[in-house]
């Protein structure tokens, strides 16, 4: 996807979930006398609906002082509960599939208080990369939310979450850090600037219109590939910046002392920006080099309007398994980054069963070629899959009118050339 197309995404959808009251999504506030930051994080995707080890969590203030921190490693495993992460934390699972975090504001010169929560700092500590679709962090009064969509229209390594804010009508992508960069994962942490990720539409207007004020600021957000739990910020604002720093609507009042060009979220070697590869080479092959199915055997189904296989597919920084989407009626081959339609009553053979769970028309062991376009029909074996059903969310969504009608009115139900 287009960076201003992602853009325009997170446009719609962000001021759609505002208004259906995406407050209620975020950590809630600390009772007066808890010396406490909670932080919520969201992970998006895995073999279960939590997946991966938690990251630790440092807070910091708006002046870069190190409130609090959470050092735990402990593995979700998709089941809720509690566990100690240190004394007077505690880190659960909560109904909504979140990671909960009760970060004591004990490391503050002057003892402990509520502050504002200005910078997060997610660093992985153990091997189990999460997926993450959102975080958000509440104390002092405030409470500010961020998504993954911000990183993943900077480059980072993504794919679609089944993580629903504001009744359903908006499902952010994850994005992935991983403690030893296995499976082709580039980021071991990540901070942001928590402030400035309000979904209000001039401040992503603006963010659409000069994307340096998000994806080239290190001081905002930016991934880390090489830190520790106990490393700082990279770069931060300056102490005045929440008082002088942004006009009336959330818009930054110096978008040249924003800027600063130190931000990573991939391997430089492999997220340089190119055309996306071409899905319609006849002899088969991928022009990707860079690993893109993270969980071979492992396939995702999702009945949701807001996923697409073919987006997925395209995009020249997703990762993860393979993905159908049931309403676009498309199979995305994420080893090859390639998409197919599913079989139907009138497409036989060069198609994706998906109740099978398998490609149509292969033979096992022999190189067989799609008639229609003369690609290689891969062979599809799995060993688990997820199945995002409509009827398990709350529906309430913003719909892609006729999307999945005029793919097949566009191509007569023949792969496009």
């Known amino acids: 996807m287009a960076l201003a197309a992602a853009f325009n995404w997170i446009n719609v959808a962000g001021v759609g979930i505002m208004s259906a009251g995406l407050g209620k999504d975020f950590a809630k506030k600390p009772l007066q006398n808890e010396y406490i ?73 002057g003892g402990a208080k509520q502050v504002e929560p200005h910078y997060l700092k997610l660093t992985m500590f153990a091997e189990d990369a999460p997926c993450i679709a959102s975080v958000s962090a509440a104390s002092a009064g405030v409470a500010w939310g961020w998504f993954g969509d911000f990183a993943k229209v900077c480059g980072a390594q993504w794919y679609h979450s089944n993580k ?37 539409k001039a401040v ?26 106990d490393d700082g910020l990279r770069l931060r604002f300056p ?46 092959n991928s022009t990707t080099t860079a690993i893109s199915n993270n969980q071979e055997g492992h396939l995702v189904i999702s009945e949701s309007e807001n996923h697409s296989a073919k987006d997925l597919c395209e995009h020249p920084t997703s990762l993860g398994p393979d993905f159908v ?14 998409y197919w339609f599913l079989c139907s009553a009138t497409l036989k053979t060069g198609c994706f069963d998906v109740d ?40 309430g969504r913003v719909k892609r009118s006729g999307w999945k009608r005029a793919v097949f009115d566009i191509y007569h139900g023949h792969w496009p050339q």
């Open 356 to 395: 099978k769970k398998e490609m149509v028309g292969g033979k096992p062991g022999i190189v067989t070629r799609d008639l229609e376009t003369g690609r290689v029909i891969p062979e599809k074996k799995y060993e688990s899959h997820n199945h995002w059903k409509r009827d398990e969310w709350r529906w």
């Open 239 to 284: 102490d005045d910046w929440t008082s002088r720093g942004y006009n009336q609507d959330g818009t930054d009042k110096f978008p040249n002392q924003v800027v600063d060009n130190q931000a990573t979220y991939n391997d430089p070697k492999t997220s340089a920006p190119s055309p996306p590869p071409d899905k319609f080479r006849r002899d088969g």
């Open 37 to 109: 930051t909670n932080v919520n994080i969201g992970i998006g995707t895995g073999l279960d609906s939590m997946s991966g080890n938690c990251p630790n969590v440092n807070v910091y203030t708006k002046d870069g002082a190190r409130a609090g921190q959470s050092k735990s490693n402990e593995h979700l495993g998709g089941k809720h509960k509690t566990f100690k992460a240190s004394q007077a934390k505690k880190v659960w699972v909560n109904e909504k599939d979140e990671i909960e975090l009760k970060i004591a504001n004990t490391q503050l010169i």
């Open 164 to 200: 629903i804010f504001g009744d359903g009508v908006y499902q952010p992508a994850c994005v992935y850090m991983d403690r030893n960069f296995s499976h082709g994962i580039y980021a071991r942490g990540m901070s942001m600037h928590m402030p400035d990720f309000g979904t209000a």
């Open 204 to 229: 992503v207007d603006q963010y659409q219109q000069n994307p340096d004020l998000l994806c080239k600021s290190a001081k905002r957000m930016t991934m880390y590939h090489d830190t520790e739990p």
């Open 325 to 338: 989407s049931t309403e676009e009626g498309i199979f995305c081959d994420m080893t090859a980054k390639e």
